[in-house]
């Protein structure tokens, strides 16, 4: 198993950046892939960014390419979401979540272990 806490959300103006964090604890962080979830009020999880199991591929939503980055510090056993150039549309309660499964995965039900969520607010 393994325990995720997310950190570094908050309200940020249009055009701001925010780095989030998600703290593994618990099985080896590298047996898993990585990814980032958003959900905004009243709409359904989607995929953000991941890391393959292996740390070897990324893939990102279209929505945040060339905006937002993934990494990963396997000594910290810590993946990162840098987000910048954020827009009002990137306001979400963003989730770090973890699976075992290999290659590249984009769905939530992919994913066996969820952090309690970071609100991110951008405003206009």
């Known amino acids: 198993q393994v325990q995720l806490v997310e950190s570094g959300g908050g309200l940020v103006q249009a055009g701001g950046s925010l780095r989030l964090s998600c703290a593994a604890s618990?099985?080896?962080?590298?047996?898993?892939?990585m990814g980032w979830f958003r959900q905004a009020a009243g709409k359904e999880r989607e995929f953000v960014a991941q890391?393959?199991?292996?740390?070897?591929?990324?893939s990102y939503a279209d929505s945040v390419k060339g905006r937002f980055t993934i990494s990963r510090d396997n000594a910290k056993n810590t993946v990162y979401l840098q987000m910048n150039s954020l827009n009002p549309d990137d306001t979400a309660v963003y989730y770090c979540?973890?699976?075992?499964?290999?290659?590249?995965?984009?769905?939530?039900?992919?994913?066996?272990?969820w952090g309690q969520g970071t609100q991110v607010t951008v405003s206009s």
């Open positions: 979540a973890a699976t075992i499964l290999w290659g590249a995965r984009v769905l939530p039900n992919e994913y066996n272990y």
């Open positions: 618990g099985r080896t962080f590298s047996s898993y892939a």
């Open positions: 890391f393959t199991r292996g740390g070897i591929m990324t």
